[in-house]
Structure formats: structure tokens, C-alpha cells
């Protein structure tokens, strides 16, 4: 054990960015456990942190490139594979223009930092309209909601769980995810401690979660009426004098704007649709404003419906007129060390967001975040004429099993002149790929987290430097990503990406630092690539040394040295309102034009009936991704890939716990096992999404065993919030029978290993 060494590690697979120990003996991981010292999450771990081992060491993990050819992948040289990128893609762009390619990324990127700071060197220099991400399956409502009232995507109220006394969650399950545009490690030990010392936490969820499984108390909501509830809580606080700014009346624009759009939603209007009780929801809107200190929080149960954004916007309306925004025990806002909009520039004023600078050309779905809406994808290829999308980039993202209507992107994908997918698997997506570029094992690149310290509980700054060394012919990703560029611009395969980041580097830093240019570029000699963006952005950030002018601030090489110790604990979160705005008025904008339209979409929905049967989503620890289901640690156990049936509903439909069932959303249709239990709501199921590895050639071996079901082969591509473009994924109406192939039904408690393979 004497070659034994000790590595701290952050782990990038969910937001809840926890601190690894692991320990190495000959190139080999030994163990993982949670770092007791980290900062932000003080030994926490969950499943997904040990599985890190597995991922590393997958059989099925690609390491090096493939080239299709004849319709088979062989292996091929990375010089093969840009030379053959080379040859094919400058051609078809010369012929069609630059929108005859997109672009999709995906959720991995963002825990990736050379994904995330030079992804969009590779867009500009398509400069392609057609960019797609995740964003747009998730959180897209909550970044625009949150644009709109304080001037930035990532501007997101968060609360302020270690003060709260009230805390009422929508929507979301923090036991499960640790967070989710909000991270909080350990959720449940800090709602425990929320409730030693007297606070209530209260769920609100179309399903008893593993959350409300620990709350104070749990309301059942029928899917997809959101709005209604927040909306009726609203026009409860002025309707009965509760409306309180508390520490920011100053700086908050649009209050009788917002109490003359709610008159429409009273409790008595809102509650059949709703499914919660007239007094119920009264009560719910005098706890919240009667609390001392109180924090309302949804996520993607409210986000990935068709009012989505409205969802968003009214969580932060309800925090805002309790008195509970930006101040302690309610939501404030997070000051990240480094690459934060909210921390760069005059502070408390600024552009504002903007959407819709350019639209889809088939459904004109307007432009969002720079990025349109992912259900766009497969018509933008399928439909002839000037700007259709022939080449396509695809980014750490599979769509084909995370999209609605999978089966046709599918199809679609077949039907492109040429894909390249940067991946560490051959999916369900990237079998369609003419030429597929690996990543880095997680454990062989460093690690910053660019989006999350502005999401976090806690402020902080934690860096984590490889733990083990990559193969020496294997480029880092964001050197992949520049070749790609450089081919793009017609600068050949050749070309030295390092080179090509020094030139451009020097470029920014003119553009940023003007004068004072030659003396970053000094500054940051030695470094490369996002270590040198990374340098720059903590030395010019609010904690930074200012390159000299603030001795004791940061620099990378203090964050750095600070890996063994847990990083560097920036404090609570404090108050920040004014200086954090970025709106054009310097105020939050409590009524966002554009949002007040659309809650008269709603308004006219008040009426409609709800359907019989719909279905929803769900997350579980081990398989928030859908490559998650090919990690041993995570794969085994009991099959989880089944439909949730309240008993009424069994009962109603003639369905038996643990046979098949055919469920149905008009031409579409998928078969489920059905798990029947009391943690539904009636009238809801529930089906986890990222499954379905049963497709042709997609190279998951373990995932393949228990395949599961799609639950996005189901859902309507068509179906979107019209504000943010995100996709309905839930509360969609579907019908249910048995199915007559009940021999395809697995053993609920079956499990296995690698070792059964």
C-alpha cells in the first residue's frame, strides 16, 4: 500500500457538486468516499460519486475516435477523424450556408469546463441560428423567468435553507437531486435541521417523494396547474392585506400590475383544477406570509409544463411580496468567485435579457438564451428548403432518448449529410454519428465548476486538478472543440490548437483589458486553455487580487492549493439586492410584459377540464442520466424503470402490480411494468425518463440488459411553453390498458452485476 496516494476530487455528475476522496494505488481507484472537509459539502456522498470508478473504467467507454464507414464504426486515429471532418463538412457548408448546420449540447457540459468556455467558439464559428441544448428539456422557464426580473439568466433566488423557517416546495424532490438550480448538498440534513429548530417544510407534488416523505406536510396537485395554485396564493396576500417588500420596496417595479393580472385566480376559481381545497390554498398563502422568515422553491416538475415560465416567475412573485427576497431565511443570491454576469460590470443596472433576436425557420419558435427550442430539431431537418439543417454537432447530449418523440428524431438523424458527435459512448443518438470524438474520463481533466457557485447554498471556490493521466495522444476537449472551429473557418485540420487559443486569447484580452492587455498576458503566462480563462476570471472577480491591486485576494494558484483542505469557504449568502441587479430600470420587475400576456392564456384556461389520466416524470438517485444505467454500482439493484398507479386507478383500468401495460398518447404508445402504490396522486403516473436502450446499435451493454421503457417516445415534440420553448414532459394526458405480451414484464426485484453480463 505504499504507492497509495489521495486525490480530492469534485464530482461533476449531478448539480449537488460534492467533494470526493479517493484513493489510488497504481493507476487503479481503490475507493471513493465523501470528502469530510470539503466546504460546501463536508463528506456528503451519494451513489453517483462512487460510480465514478465505474465510468472511468467502463468496457463500453469509447477512447478514441470512430469513423463510419459503410455503415459500420471502426476505429480510426484522431489525424483520421479531423482529416475526415476535414473533407466533409466545409464542402457542404460552401454549398448550403452556414444555417445547414446546428448544433445540440448537452447536460454533461456543464460540469465540464472546457465544454462550457469554449462550446461556443465551435457555435460562432458555425454561425449557425440552429444552437440547441438541454436547457430546453429543464430549466429554460426558470432562467428566463429569473432574466426577466433581475436581469440575468443565472441571476436564480435561492433559498437561504440554513435560516429558513418555512420552507414550501413545488414540484421538486432536493432529497433525491440535492438541488437542482439550487446547490445543496445533503438537502436532507439540512431540512432536518430546518425542522430541529422549529421550521416546517412543506411539499407540494403530484407525488409523495422521497421529500415530502420527510415534510412537515404534503398536498397532492394535479400536473400542469401550477400556475393556478401560485397565482390563487398571490391574489390571497392582497386580497387579504398580506403584501409585504419588506427589505426591498425601493427596488421593486410592477405591484398593482401583478395584483390586477391575478384578479382572476381566487381560490374558488382555482381549486377543482387544481385539486387542492379552498381553504387549503388560503392557508397555504397565510403560512407563507406569517412565517418570520419563509422561501417558496420549484423546479422541474413546474418547469417542464406548458406554463413553465409563468410557473417560475409567480414562485419568485410569492418570495418577493412576503418580504422574503434578499433577505436572510428567505432566497438571496449567490456571489460566485468566478464567471458570474451578476458580479462583472456597473453594479446594480445593465442590459436586461432579450429573446427572440431570431426565430425557427419551420415553427418560428422564437430564440431564447441564444438557443432555440430543442423539439425544433427534427422538423429544422426534415423540411426542405434554404436553411435546412444538413450537418449536425452533437455534445455530450442524447436526444433521441431526452427528446419528446424520440422516433422521429431518429429518423431524422438518419437522413443527415453528415453528424459529428463529441461522446464518450456510442448511445441511442450518436449511433447515427459519422464520426464520433471521445472526452476525457472525468478522472483524468481538471475541474472548475463555472455555472453551479452560482446556484450554491454557500458561497465558495474549490478547484480539482486530474486524478489520473489521460492516454498522451488524447486532446482535452476544449482543444477538440477549437480543431473543430479551425476546420470551420477553412484553417485546415492541421492546425495547432494551442497556437489557435493563444491568438485568441490575446484577442480577448485587448478586447477586456485594453491598456492593461500586455500585462494579463504576462500575468497568465504558462497557462492554457480553461485554466488561463480560469485565472482571469477569479483574478477579476469580486474576490479576486485585481492582478496585483488586492494582495489578498484570489488567484488560481490559492484555489488550487486549497484542494486537500476542502477549498475556499466564501461565507453565507448575504444581501445583495441593489448591486446585483442587471435590469435596464435597476429594480426587480416584479410584471414582465410578456408574462402578463401570457398569464391571460391561463386565465382562459381556467375552465378547461382537467383529464382523466395523465402522466408524469420522475428522478431517482442512481439514473438521473440516461448513460447512468451502464455503471454497475448504479444499474444494480431493483428494476426502477416502472409506471407508478395509484390502487383506484389499478383497480379502474384492471391492472395488476408487476404485469406490462400499454399506454397510450394518441398515435404513440409504449409498454410500462406497473408498480401500484399509494404515492400517487389519483388520475397520475408516473414513468421515469431516460430510458429505452433496446435500439439497434447503440453500444450500452450493461444499460441493454434492462432496457426499460422511453418515456419520451410518448410525449408530442409539439408541445411547448411558448415563452421559453421548454417541452411538456409532463402532465400530458395518456391512456392506459393492459397489454397482451405480459411474458415482457421483468422481475421487480431482479437484480445483477457486471459479473452476469
Same mark, same amino acid.
Given at each position: 500500500?505504499?504507492?497509495?496516494?489521495?486525490?480530492?476530487?469534485?464530482?461533476?455528475?449531478?448539480?449537488?457538486?460534492?467533494?470526493?476522496?479517493?484513493?489510488?494505488?497504481?493507476?487503479?481507484?481503490?475507493?471513493?468516499?465523501?470528502?469530510?472537509?470539503?466546504?460546501?459539502?463536508?463528506?456528503?456522498?451519494?451513489?453517483?460519486?462512487?460510480?465514478?470508478?465505474?465510468?472511468?473504467?467502463?468496457?463500453?467507454?469509447?477512447?478514441?475516435?470512430?469513423?463510419?464507414?459503410?455503415?459500420?464504426?471502426?476505429?480510426?486515429?484522431?489525424?483520421?477523424?479531423? +482529416?475526415?471532418?476535414?473533407?466533409?463538412?466545409?464542402?457542404?457548408?460552401?454549398?448550403?450556408?452556414?444555417?445547414?448546420?446546428?448544433?445540440?449540447?448537452?447536460?454533461?457540459?456543464?460540469?465540464?469546463?472546457?465544454?462550457?468556455?469554449?462550446?461556443?467558439?465551435?457555435?460562432?464559428?458555425?454561425?449557425?441560428?440552429?444552437?440547441?441544448?438541454?436547457?430546453?428539456?429543464?430549466?429554460?422557464?426558470?432562467?428566463?423567468?429569473?432574466?426577466?426580473?433581475?436581469?440575468?439568466?443565472?441571476?436564480?433566488?435561492?433559498?437561504?435553507?440554513?435560516?429558513?423557517?418555512?420552507?414550501?416546495?413545488?414540484?421538486?424532490?432536493?432529497?433525491?437531486?440535492?438541488?437542482?438550480?439550487?446547490?445543496?448538498?445533503?438537502?436532507?440534513?439540512?431540512?432536518?435541521?430546518?425542522?430541529?429548530?422549529?421550521?416546517?417544510?412543506?411539499?407540494?407534488?403530484?407525488?409523495?417523494?422521497?421529500?415530502?416523505?420527510?415534510?412537515?406536510?404534503?398536498?397532492?396537485?394535479?400536473?400542469?396547474?401550477?400556475?393556478?395554485?401560485?397565482?390563487?396564493?398571490?391574489?390571497?396576500?392582497?386580497?387579504?392585506?398580506?403584501?409585504?417588500?419588506?427589505?426591498?420596496?425601493?427596488?421593486?417595479?410592477?405591484?398593482?400590475?401583478?395584483?390586477?393580472?391575478?384578479?382572476?385566480?381566487?381560490?374558488?376559481?382555482?381549486?377543482?383544477?387544481? @385539486?387542492?381545497?379552498?381553504?387549503?390554498?388560503?392557508?397555504?398563502?397565510?403560512?407563507?406570509?406569517?412565517?418570520?422568515?419563509?422561501?417558496?422553491?420549484?423546479?422541474?416538475?413546474?418547469?417542464?409544463?406548458?406554463?413553465?415560465?409563468?410557473?417560475?416567475?409567480?414562485?419568485?412573485?410569492?418570495?418577493?411580496?412576503? @418580504?422574503?427576497?434578499?433577505?436572510?431565511?428567505?432566497?438571496?443570491?449567490?456571489?460566485?468567485?468566478?464567471?458570474?454576469?451578476?458580479?462583472?460590470?456597473?453594479?446594480?443596472?445593465?442590459?436586461?435579457?432579450?429573446?427572440?433576436?431570431?426565430?425557427?425557420?419551420?415553427?418560428?419558435?422564437?430564440?431564447?438564451?441564444?438557443?432555440?427550442?430543442?423539439?425544433?430539431?427534427?422538423?429544422?431537418?426534415?423540411?426542405? @428548403?434554404?436553411?435546412?439543417?444538413? +450537418?449536425?454537432?452533437?455534445?455530450?447530449?442524447?436526444?433521441?432518448?431526452?427528446?419528446?418523440?424520440?422516433?422521429?428524431?431518429?429518423?431524422?438523424?438518419?437522413?443527415?449529410?453528415?453528424?459529428?458527435?463529441?461522446?464518450?459512448?456510442?448511445?441511442?443518438?450518436?449511433?447515427?454519428?459519422?464520426?464520433?470524438?471521445?472526452?476525457?474520463?472525468?478522472?483524468?481533466?481538471?475541474?472548475?465548476?463555472?455555472?453551479?457557485?452560482?446556484?450554491?447554498?454557500?458561497?465558495?471556490?474549490?478547484?480539482?486538478?486530474?486524478?489520473?493521466?489521460?492516454?498522451?495522444?488524447?486532446?482535452?476537449?476544449?482543444?477538440?472543440?477549437?480543431?473543430?472551429?479551425?476546420?470551420?473557418?477553412?484553417?485546415?485540420?492541421?492546425?495547432?490548437?494551442?497556437?489557435?487559443?493563444?491568438?485568441?486569447?490575446?484577442?480577448?484580452?485587448?478586447?477586456?483589458?485594453?491598456?492593461?492587455?500586455?500585462?494579463?498576458?504576462?500575468?497568465?503566462?504558462?497557462?492554457?486553455?480553461?485554466?488561463?480563462?480560469?485565472?482571469?476570471?477569479?483574478?477579476? *472577480?469580486?474576490?479576486?487580487?485585481?492582478?496585483?491591486?488586492?494582495?489578498?485576494?484570489?488567484?488560481?494558484?490559492?484555489?488550487?492549493?486549497?484542494?486537500?483542505?476542502?477549498?475556499?469557504?466564501?461565507?453565507?449568502?448575504?444581501?445583495?439586492?441593489?448591486?446585483?441587479?442587471?435590469?435596464?430600470?435597476?429594480?426587480?420587475?416584479?410584471?414582465?410584459?410578456?408574462?402578463?400576456?401570457?398569464?391571460?392564456?391561463?386565465?382562459?384556461?381556467?375552465?378547461?377540464?382537467?383529464?382523466?389520466?395523465?402522466?408524469?416524470?420522475?428522478?431517482?438517485?442512481?439514473?438521473?442520466?440516461?448513460?447512468?444505467?451502464?455503471?454497475?454500482?448504479?444499474?444494480?439493484?431493483?428494476?426502477?424503470?416502472?409506471?407508478?398507479?395509484?390502487?383506484?386507478?389499478?383497480?379502474?383500468?384492471?391492472?395488476?402490480?408487476?404485469?406490462?401495460?400499454?399506454?397510450?398518447?394518441?398515435?404513440?404508445?409504449?409498454?410500462?411494468?406497473?408498480?401500484?402504490?399509494?404515492?400517487?396522486?389519483?388520475?397520475?403516473?408516473?414513468?421515469?425518463?431516460?430510458?429505452?436502450?433496446?435500439?439497434?446499435?447503440?453500444?450500452?451493454?450493461?444499460?441493454?440488459?434492462?432496457?426499460?421503457?422511453?418515456?419520451?417516445?410518448?410525449?408530442?415534440?409539439?408541445?411547448?411553453?411558448?415563452?421559453? *420553448?421548454?417541452?411538456?414532459?409532463?402532465?400530458? +394526458?395518456?391512456?392506459?390498458?393492459?397489454?397482451?405480451?405480459?411474458?415482457?414484464?421483468?422481475?421487480?426485484?431482479?437484480?445483477?452485476?457486471?459479473?452476469?453480463?
Amino acid at each position: 500500500m505504499t504507492d497509495t496516494t489521495t486525490h480530492h476530487r469534485i464530482c461533476p455528475l449531478c448539480e449537488a457538486c460534492c467533494g470526493l476522496e479517493i484513493k489510488v494505488q497504481s493507476s487503479k481507484v481503490i475507493s471513493i468516499r465523501g470528502h469530510d472537509a470539503d466546504v460546501l459539502s463536508a463528506g456528503y456522498i451519494c451513489p453517483k460519486g462512487v460510480a465514478l470508478k465505474d465510468l472511468h473504467e467502463d468496457p463500453d467507454r469509447l477512447r478514441t475516435p470512430l469513423i463510419k464507414r459503410n455503415g459500420v464504426f471502426a476505429q480510426a486515429s484522431w489525424e483520421e477523424a479531423f +482529416a475526415e471532418i476535414e473533407r466533409r463538412l466545409p464542402p457542404l457548408m460552401a454549398a448550403h450556408g452556414r444555417n445547414a448546420t446546428a448544433v445540440v449540447v448537452g447536460n454533461p457540459s456543464a460540469h465540464k469546463i472546457g465544454l462550457l468556455t469554449y462550446f461556443g467558439k465551435l457555435a460562432r464559428a458555425l454561425g449557425t441560428k440552429n444552437v440547441f441544448s438541454a436547457s430546453t428539456l429543464d430549466q429554460m422557464p426558470k432562467q428566463l423567468a429569473s432574466g426577466l426580473m433581475f436581469g440575468h439568466w443565472l441571476s436564480v433566488a435561492l433559498p437561504d435553507i440554513s435560516h429558513t423557517d418555512y420552507l414550501l416546495v413545488l414540484g421538486a424532490n432536493p432529497l433525491v437531486s440535492n438541488g437542482s438550480m439550487w446547490t445543496v448538498p445533503d438537502f436532507k440534513g439540512k431540512a432536518k435541521a430546518l425542522q430541529a429548530r422549529g421550521g416546517r417544510l412543506v411539499v407540494i407534488d403530484p407525488r409523495r417523494t422521497e421529500t415530502a416523505a420527510v415534510a412537515d406536510s404534503h398536498h397532492f396537485i394535479r400536473p400542469n396547474a401550477d400556475v393556478f395554485l401560485l397565482a390563487a396564493m398571490v391574489h390571497t396576500l392582497f386580497a387579504d392585506g398580506l403584501v409585504n417588500l419588506g427589505a426591498v420596496p425601493d427596488s421593486v417595479n410592477g405591484v398593482s400590475e401583478v395584483q390586477q393580472a391575478v384578479a382572476p385566480f381566487t381560490p374558488e376559481a382555482v381549486a377543482t383544477r387544481c @385539486g387542492i381545497s379552498v381553504d387549503t390554498i388560503r392557508t397555504l398563502a397565510r403560512d407563507l406570509a406569517g412565517a418570520s422568515r419563509a422561501a417558496v422553491y420549484a423546479r422541474i416538475g413546474t418547469c417542464t409544463q406548458e406554463y413553465g415560465t409563468l410557473a417560475s416567475w409567480l414562485v419568485d412573485v410569492l418570495n418577493t411580496l412576503t @418580504g422574503n427576497l434578499d433577505r436572510e431565511g428567505g432566497v438571496l443570491f449567490a456571489k460566485s468567485a468566478a464567471f458570474a454576469a451578476n458580479t462583472i460590470g456597473k453594479p446594480g443596472i445593465g442590459k436586461g435579457v432579450t429573446t427572440g433576436r431570431h426565430h425557427a425557420r419551420v415553427s418560428g419558435a422564437p430564440e431564447v438564451y441564444g438557443e432555440l427550442p430543442i423539439t425544433c430539431l427534427a422538423e429544422e431537418i426534415e423540411t426542405a @428548403g434554404e436553411g435546412q439543417v444538413r +450537418a449536425l454537432f452533437t455534445v455530450a447530449t442524447n436526444p433521441v432518448l431526452s427528446n419528446p418523440n424520440g422516433p422521429r428524431l431518429a429518423k431524422a438523424l438518419d437522413s443527415l449529410e453528415f453528424m459529428v458527435s463529441m461522446d464518450i459512448y456510442l448511445n441511442e443518438t450518436t449511433r447515427h454519428a459519422d464520426v464520433i470524438l471521445p472526452g476525457l474520463s472525468p478522472l483524468e481533466e481538471l475541474h472548475f465548476d463555472v455555472a453551479f457557485p452560482q446556484l450554491s447554498w454557500r458561497n465558495h471556490a474549490r478547484y480539482s486538478p486530474p486524478v489520473l493521466p489521460s492516454a498522451h495522444d488524447q486532446p482535452e476537449e476544449w482543444q477538440t472543440l477549437l480543431k473543430l472551429a479551425a476546420i470551420v473557418l477553412g484553417k485546415g485540420a492541421q492546425v495547432d490548437a494551442n497556437a489557435l487559443d493563444d491568438a485568441q486569447f490575446a484577442e480577448d484580452a485587448q478586447r477586456l483589458f485594453g491598456a492593461h492587455a500586455d500585462a494579463v498576458i504576462h500575468a497568465t503566462k504558462g497557462l492554457q486553455g480553461p485554466q488561463r480563462t480560469l485565472e482571469v476570471a477569479l483574478r477579476a *472577480g469580486p474576490y479576486g487580487d485585481q492582478f496585483g491591486r488586492n494582495p489578498n485576494g484570489l488567484t488560481l494558484a490559492k484555489v488550487m492549493a486549497s484542494n486537500h483542505t476542502g477549498g475556499i469557504d466564501l461565507g453565507e449568502l448575504q444581501p445583495r439586492i441593489p448591486e446585483m441587479l442587471r435590469t435596464p430600470s435597476g429594480k426587480v420587475e416584479l410584471a414582465p410584459p410578456s408574462l402578463l400576456q401570457d398569464l391571460q392564456r391561463a386565465t382562459q384556461d381556467l375552465l378547461r377540464l382537467a383529464p382523466d389520466l395523465v402522466i408524469i416524470g420522475r428522478r431517482d438517485v442512481r439514473t438521473n442520466n440516461s448513460w447512468m444505467h451502464n455503471l454497475p454500482v448504479l444499474a444494480k439493484g431493483p428494476f426502477r424503470c416502472t409506471v407508478l398507479v395509484h390502487p383506484e386507478d389499478a383497480a379502474r383500468l384492471h391492472l395488476q402490480d408487476g404485469a406490462m401495460v400499454d399506454i397510450h398518447n394518441g398515435p404513440r404508445s409504449v409498454q410500462a411494468q406497473v408498480h401500484i402504490s399509494n404515492e400517487m396522486m389519483p388520475g397520475v403516473v408516473s414513468l421515469p425518463h431516460g430510458w429505452g436502450h433496446n435500439l439497434p446499435g447503440a453500444k450500452l451493454h450493461l444499460a441493454a440488459e434492462r432496457p426499460g421503457t422511453n418515456l419520451n417516445a410518448l410525449l408530442d415534440d409539439q408541445l411547448r411553453d411558448p415563452l421559453s *420553448g421548454n417541452a411538456v414532459l409532463g402532465g400530458v +394526458a395518456v391512456t392506459m390498458r393492459p397489454a397482451s405480451a405480459q411474458a415482457l414484464a421483468p422481475t421487480a426485484g431482479q437484480t445483477f452485476s457486471r459479473a452476469t453480463m
